[in-house]
């Protein structure tokens, strides 16, 4: 088992910026990479980024790039989602999510087994 714990989230204003943690505890050896996913209102749950634990190759979804950068403390086991440039659109319940399958999808929330309980961030226009 994986224990996940967001932290971070908050109220921003347009522009302004957010640091996410995640912190993971339990049998962490087994964790391939580990993701961001988030969920509007209304919206399906969608993928942010990822970051494979051990060599730190990260990837995006194209409406992030740019803005929000995913990274991983293995000695803190933590990872983080610092964001900037903030945008209404960004608001939603933003979850950490963990990956034990190297073959699996990075994208699809299928392909993770083990899941924060998420953290809000509204970004206020």
């Known amino acids: 088992q994986v224990q996940l714990v967001e932290s971070g989230g908050g109220l921003v204003q347009a522009g302004g910026s957010l640091r996410l943690s995640c912190e993971a505890s339990?049998?962490?050896?087994?964790?391939?990479?580990m993701g961001w996913f988030r969920q509007a209102p209304g919206k399906d749950r969608e993928f942010v980024c990822s970051?494979?634990?051990?060599?730190?190759?990260?990837h995006y979804a194209d409406s992030v790039k740019g803005r929000l950068t995913i990274s991983r403390d293995n000695a803190k086991n933590t990872m983080y989602l610092q964001m900037n440039s903030l945008k209404s659109e960004d608001t939603a319940v933003y979850y950490c999510?963990?990956?034990?399958?190297?073959?699996?999808?990075?994208?699809?929330?299928?392909?993770?087994?083990?899941w924060g309980q998420g953290t809000q961030v509204t970004v206020s226009s």
């Open positions: 970051v494979t634990w051990g060599g730190g190759i990260t």
């Open positions: 339990g049998r962490t050896s087994g964790v391939y990479a």
């Open positions: 999510a963990a990956r034990m399958d190297p073959f699996s999808v990075r994208t699809a929330s299928a392909a993770y087994r083990y």
